[in-house]
């Protein structure tokens, strides 16, 4: 059974930092692209990041929203993803969820499989 888990949110100032990460099991992790999702209160749910896999090293994108102050990475020995997130704004409080998936995209729907998310508040 294939399991996502988000850790590291929190409540926290503008201009402060956090970094999430998400944990999976049931997969071949290593051979599964991230992603990184977030909804904020009223609104849909939307793209922050993803990075992909190719032979010759990973690829990263990002929402021009977050680029810049975002950074996301994996850890395969650990079976994890994290999204380092440095100079937050309180327009970045939201559910932020991992994703993993076959297909490199800022789609929602192409992403397979989903953590339960975790919470960020950012206060001004």
């Known amino acids: 059974q294939v399991q996502m888990v988000e850790s590291g949110g929190g409540l926290v100032q503008a201009g402060d930092s956090l970094r999430l990460s998400c944990a999976a099991s049931g997969v071949t992790f290593s051979t599964y692209n991230m992603g990184w999702f977030r909804q904020a209160p009223g609104k849909e749910r939307e793209y922050v990041a993803a990075l992909g896999i190719r032979w010759s090293g990973d690829i990263t994108d990002y929402a021009d929203s977050v680029k810049g102050r975002f950074t996301i990475s994996r850890d395969n020995a650990k079976t994890a993803s994290y999204l380092q997130m440095n100079s937050l704004k309180p327009e970045d409080t939201a559910v932020y969820y991992c994703?993993?998936?076959?297909?490199?995209?800022?789609?929602?729907?192409?992403?397979?499989?989903w953590g339960q998310g975790t919470q960020v508040t950012v206060s001004s």
């Open positions: 994703a993993a998936g076959f297909e490199y995209s800022r789609h929602l729907a192409s992403w397979r499989y």
